[in-house]
């Protein structure tokens, strides 16, 4: 049986089953006062109700009101640290006293807080606060979210991590892909020397990787390459490690400094280069010539208050393919939503409306491997999609600051 959604305002949306650049990111179809009909979980028709054929016509059991809303692809998060415990408000409240994150980082705080709470965390907890986040996704949109270990940082640590994600999944309303991040920083018992961080990356190849690869616990590797973290040899050296064992990689690039990241993630054939705040020239013209996706994150240069945002027109105008993540953790962005995130690459990295819809849907889709599947409304795709109180797409950065989903479809059922 097959469900008709009527009573549209607008249907805004990327087209493809593969990643869009350039102008392309621009190039939306919209359809006013269409029809959407899905069977089997997935869309069967996207157009003009007269135009839908007598056999899908026949099929269809069931009928919902729209009222007027606009439909969007559900939002693909592809850039997550939602498996961590505790929370960093009063970091936070410091940084709004002026201290910076590195300072806090190396005063003990930073990402090392985290690890403190998530270590003492069971797996169960750590799946509840998994899922409590990615109810609050959906309320926002999402439908697929990619979600990183890293606050593990020890074999045991790292799998309980995954293995809350494996859990939550089961219960979740937005889709979870897993990435192990075991190289998000040096764990506080291997700070002291250079034997000792040596000795770390020596886990992480020799025991963490394999046994998430044994278990199935990850899709992705990815390593966060930058100065008093990775060195751009230890991230190449863990990629490769990943990707013997099937991991495809990914990688923190270029965020705080400029280490060469992009050039390394390109020359990896990552799946992407996330954050990039500090990329170079050079770097720009790498990811443009490449598949690997420039992962923004604009929130994260709005909650630390600064001024730099990634090139996200150059990188664009340069023809690389952009993807918006939210960055989700408890130290640098504190927020779910992929709208907020939306508003800040329009109004902020001077992305427009249709770029910034494409790089929150199908490109996002594109870097996790799965825009065959999601990403974008069209027959033969999974009915992920969100409908909008709204007249037409515009006003998802237009009317900005409230919350404009009203539904959330995520494989044929509504999640919200
Ligand atoms: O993406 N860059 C490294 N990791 C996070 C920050 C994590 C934290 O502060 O807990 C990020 O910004
Ligand atoms: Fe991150």
New binding site residues.
């Given amino acids: 049986m097959a469900l008709l959604i009527r009573n549209l305002s607008q249907i805004a949306t990327p087209l493809g089953r593969g990643p869009l650049r350039g102008g392309a990111m621009r190039a939306l179809a919209v359809f006013d006062r269409p029809v959407i009909v899905i069977r089997d979980s997935r869309f069967a028709f996207v157009g003009r109700e007269a135009d839908i054929d007598a056999d899908l016509r026949a099929a269809i059991g069931d009928d919902f009101d729209a009222r007027g809303a606009t439909a969007v692809p559900g939002f693909i998060d592809s850039?997550?640290?939602i498996p961590f415990a505790g929370y960093r408000e009063t970091e936070f409240n410091r940084r709004l006293q002026g201290e910076t994150y590195e300072q806090i980082a190396a005063s003990g705080g930073g990402i090392a807080s985290s690890v403190h709470a998530t270590r003492r965390a069971s797996q169960e907890e750590l799946a509840g606060n998994i899922l409590a986040r990615a109810r609050t996704m959906a309320r926002y949109g999402t439908t697929t979210a990619e979600a990183?270990s890293g606050y593990g940082l020890s074999v045991e640590g790292e799998l309980k991590q995954l293995r809350a994600i494996r859990d939550a999944s089961q219960l979740s309303p937005v889709r979870l892909i897993p990435t192990c991040?075991a190289a998000h920083d040096f764990p506080p018992e291997s700070r002291s020397s250079a034997a000792a961080r040596r000795g770390y990356v020596s886990t992480i190849i020799g025991e963490i990787l394999p046994a998430v690869s044994e278990e199935k616990l990850a899709v992705f590797c990815d390593v966060?390459v930058e100065r008093g973290a990775f060195s751009n040899a230890e991230g190449d050296a863990v990629l490769r490690a990943g990707a013997a064992l099937g991991l495809v990689p990914r990688m923190?690039a270029d965020?705080l400094s400029d280490t060469g990241g992009a050039l390394l993630a390109a020359s990896l054939g990552c799946a992407s280069a996330?954050?990039l705040m500090q990329i170079s020239d050079a770097g720009i013209a790498a990811l443009a010539a490449s598949d690997t996706v420039a992962n923004l994150?604009p929130a994260?240069s709005f909650f630390l208050m600064s001024e730099r945002y990634a090139p996200a027109r150059q990188l664009i105008d340069a023809g690389a393919i952009v993807s918006l993540s939210t960055?989700c953790?408890p130290g640098?962005?504190m927020t779910e939503s992929m709208p907020m995130v939306m508003q800040l690459a329009t109004l902020q990295m001077k992305m427009t409306v249709e770029e910034s819809l494409t790089a929150a849907t199908l490109n996002g889709a594109a870097s996790l491997q799965v825009a065959h599947e999601t990403g974008s409304i069209e027959s033969g795709k999974r009915a992920d999609l969100v409908l909008l109180d709204a007249p037409n797409y515009l006003h998802l950065v237009y009317h900005f600051g409230v919350n404009l989903v009203v539904k959330v479809m995520r494989d044929g059922a509504w999640m919200v």
């Fill in positions: 850039h997550t640290h990183k991040l966060f923190h965020e996330d954050h994150l994260t960055d953790n640098t962005s």
